[in-house]
């Protein structure tokens, strides 16, 4: 990983694996979507009581290690993991987005399909414009999975 993960982060993704649940399944615990609930393991979402009390009650998480780690003064240092060049304001902001939520979708995707990447050549990417009073934007990237050969 580029940035290192706060402390606090690195001991929930620790009791994460002590459980054995996957995002999707804490995500469903805790009525969080499963990109926002890894978010939050990744340090680049604040849990809020409800969602701490949750994870201890639903999925079993040590309730002293989340109040000490994020407790009501903690706030995520958002889009630390890595460094953008960009500097049109469009493509800041998709940067920006891969840098907040690049390693929780990383780590979704590894869940799901295995150590592997997903294509960026092997892909097609879509943007439409939502039906909604506000303006909003969808983009979807589907892109073919390519695990890791061993030998």
């Known amino acids: 990983m580029e940035g290192s ?46 969602d701490l009390n949750n994870l201890v009650h639903y999925a079993g998480f040590d309730s002293l290690i ?6 009501s003064d903690y706030y995520p240092q958002r889009g630390n993991l890595a460094e953008s060049s960009a500097s049109d304001p469009m493509l800041y902001r ?15 995707i590894n869940e799901k399909f295995g150590d592997g990447i997903m294509s960026a050549i092997d892909c097609t990417v879509d943007v439409k414009k939502a039906d909604s009073k506000e303006d909003r934007v969808i983009i979807t990237i589907d892109g073919k999975f390519l695990p890791y050969k061993t030998w």
């Open 5 to 50: 993960l706060p402390v606090a982060c690195a001991k929930l993704l620790q009791m994460k694996n002590n459980t054995g649940l996957s995002f999707s399944e804490i995500a469903g615990k805790i009525g969080r979507s499963e990109v926002y609930t890894a978010a939050i393991f990744y340090g680049q979402a604040k849990p809020t009581e409800a």
């Open 66 to 71: 989340l109040k000490q780690h994020f407790g």
């Open 94 to 108: 998709l940067h920006e987005l891969l840098n907040v939520y690049g390693y929780p979708i990383k780590a979704i």
